[in-house]
């Protein structure tokens, strides 16, 4: 059997430009898509928490702080029972409300968590601290705090910066365990959480503590901090830059490192809004929005 030419396409496709232009649409729209599905599972995981310790009565008063969060072998995240109160103790929902209450509501929690997955992992893991893995499956500490102030209609945008001069000294706060001085603008706020600007000795601290924890718990969710301090025409200089990890796993190297250039007065905005930065108070209570009278 010998071989013809075709006479004609098997096919037709629309214009190169117009695909084009439908793919990238598309999958923009895709990407807005799975952040807004992530900040709203977010919100319900938070609400999820409440109602099983309120019996679904959402006035009445609770505590909790953080849930933990195992990841599936699809990808997807569960709840395990796990929680933490504002004052740092681990519970149960078992030892809370009982067996029976804690299993319905485990059971109707993991239908949302089911949510939060690598399509929406932009949203959720800025708000979690990674633990050691369980049975051989990553575990996540998710900050409800931080996850039932996320806006459901998407980020506010931000306000155009005011001067150095207005903004103010307080402590703030990432992840419910490390505490540094940093300088703020309260009108530069997204969701509630701040945009603070350490120093450079402030800066010191924070890289050797997320190197600590990323030695401790893994580099899969921890961005790191690094000094690098060297000399140039005889003067000390110091080079600031951050790592993020996740991206080096997820193939995309080209946004893994970013070097952090210093404002007027040589402070560093170490994470700047991603990282959710939030205020605490004298009494270490989270300020989320922050109001500088209220602090």
């Known amino acids: ?8 396409p098997a096919y037709r496709l629309p214009d190169s430009g117009a695909l084009g232009a439908a793919t990238d649409t598309t999958l923009k729209d895709a990407e807005r898509a ?11 995981t938070a609400a999820a928490v409440r109602d099983i310790l309120t019996g679904c009565k959402p006035d009445a008063p609770f505590d909790a702080a953080a849930v933990e969060l195992v990841e599936g072998a699809d990808g997807s995240l569960f709840p395990n029972g796990r929680y933490w109160t504002l004052a740092g103790d681990e519970r149960t929902f078992t030892e809370t409300v009982g067996l029976t209450e ?5 059971h109707d929690m993991s239908g949302w968590t089911a ?4 399509n929406t992992q932009d949203v959720w893991r800025p708000l979690c601290t990674e633990l050691p893995d369980r049975n051989g499956r990553p575990a996540y500490r998710l900050d409800l705090l931080r996850a039932a102030a996320v806006t459901l209609d998407g980020p506010v945008p ?5 001067p150095l001069s207005t903004m103010v000294d307080v402590m703030v706060c990432a992840n419910d365990v490390y505490r540094y001085p940093a300088l703020v603008d309260p009108a530069v706020q997204r969701d509630g959480f701040v945009k603070p600007w350490f120093d450079l000795d402030t ?20 961005d790191t ?17 951050v790592i993020s990890w996740m991206y080096i796993g997820g193939g995309r190297n080209e946004k893994a490192t970013e070097i952090l250039q210093p404002n007027a007065d040589g402070r560093y905005a ?21 109001q500088p009278e209220a602090v």
């Open 270 to 290: 170490i994470g700047g809004l991603d990282w959710c930065w939030y205020v605490v108070g004298d009494d270490l209570t989270p300020q989320i929005p922050f």
């Open 1 to 8: 059997m010998s071989d013809q030419a075709p006479s004609r």
């Open 225 to 241: 901090v690094h000094v690098l301090d060297g000399m140039v025409e005889r003067k000390a200089q110091a080079v600031v830059l």
């Open 158 to 162: 931000v306000p155009a910066a005011r």
């Open 34 to 44: 799975h952040e807004q599905l992530g900040r709203v599972m977010v919100v319900v």
């Open 102 to 106: 804690a299993g319905n509501g485990i």
């Open 203 to 222: 800066v010191r601290r924070i890289a050797a503590d997320t190197q600590a924890d990323a030695a401790r718990f893994g580099h899969g969710s921890i």
């Open 115 to 118: 949510y939060l997955d690598d």
